[in-house]
């Protein structure tokens, strides 16, 4: 199995309160999957997410991807998993506002070894001509195809997308998650997208339901909707 998790909690201490974000979570995931976690705000997403993506640590279990427990990992490890092996897309695409379109994949790129092609990837997503814009000067669903192709471009094996959809009006989020699609199929990334947004489920080819920290579901959909 390509991601396996194992019995994960997180508890988060707030003064004498503890907060239980996840409540032994158990899931598997194949290498190219198209992967939705759907759930309400609070239900742990985001925790998830973090934690499959190294940037944080469960209370207690394992998450185990390519044979090795991320968990367990030393920093030096860990940083290099993040850098390698994971590529993260936000809600608010996070681009440095200093830097152009261009400028802010190129600096992704400089820190791994088997990078993309700039401008194969900016005609991926459709960027070629405003490849010297800065993120000010583009619209939101813009932003969020140059922070695809920011993560894309460092050719990770598993794209993580916390909300990538959450900000933009109807219209883009669909011209986005068509893009993650095209992504999941043509580049063989595995996708995984947290979302408060049932439509959206329809259209991974696995889903995996949250509620207070705990899977309630999990299936797999063997004609995923498209986007339109
Ligand atoms: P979701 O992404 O589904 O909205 P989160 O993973 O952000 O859910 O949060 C799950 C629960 O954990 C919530 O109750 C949230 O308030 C809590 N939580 C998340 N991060 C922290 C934190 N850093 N400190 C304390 N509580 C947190
Ligand atoms: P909210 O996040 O407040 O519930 P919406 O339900 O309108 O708002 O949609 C949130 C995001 O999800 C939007 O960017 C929208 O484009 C996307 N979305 C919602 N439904 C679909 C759908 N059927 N196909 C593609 N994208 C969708």
Redesign the pocket.
């Known amino acids: 199995m390509f991601i396996s998790a194992n019995g994960l909690t997180k508890t988060y201490q707030m003064g004498e309160v503890e907060v239980h974000a996840l409540n032994g979570v158990d899931f598997e995931i194949e290498e190219g999957e198209f992967v939705v976690v759907l759930g309400p705000s609070g239900s742990g997403k985001s925790t998830l997410l973090n934690i499959v993506g190294g940037m944080d640590l469960p209370t207690s279990g394992e998450i185990i991807v390519d044979n090795i427990k991320i968990n367990s990992m030393k920093d030096k490890e860990l940083t290099k998993y993040r850098r390698h092996t994971v590529g993260f897309v936000f809600q608010f695409y996070n681009l440095m506002a200093n830097l152009t379109a261009r400028e802010n994949i190129e600096l992704a790129t400089e820190i791994t070894e088997n990078a993309l092609d700039i401008d194969e990837i900016l005609s991926a997503v459709d960027l070629n001509s405003r490849s010297d814009h800065f993120p000010s000067q583009m619209s939101g669903g813009e932003q969020q195809r140059v922070a695809i192709a920011r993560a894309v471009a460092k050719n990770p094996r598993i794209l993580l997308c916390d909300?990538p959809?959450?900000?933009?009006?109807?219209?883009?989020?669909?011209s986005?998650?068509e893009l993650l699609l095209k992504i999941n199929k043509e580049y063989k990334k595995t996708v995984v997208i947290i979302?408060?947004?049932a439509?959206?489920a329809?259209?991974g080819n696995r889903v995996i339901k949250l509620r207070n920290g705990k899977v309630i579901e999990n299936y797999t959909n063997e004609n995923p909707?498209s986007?339109?």
Not at 165 to 174: C, K, N
């Open positions: 909300e959809t959450g900000a933009l009006d109807f219209e883009t989020g669909v986005i998650l979302t408060h947004n439509s959206i329809g259209m909707l986007p339109r």
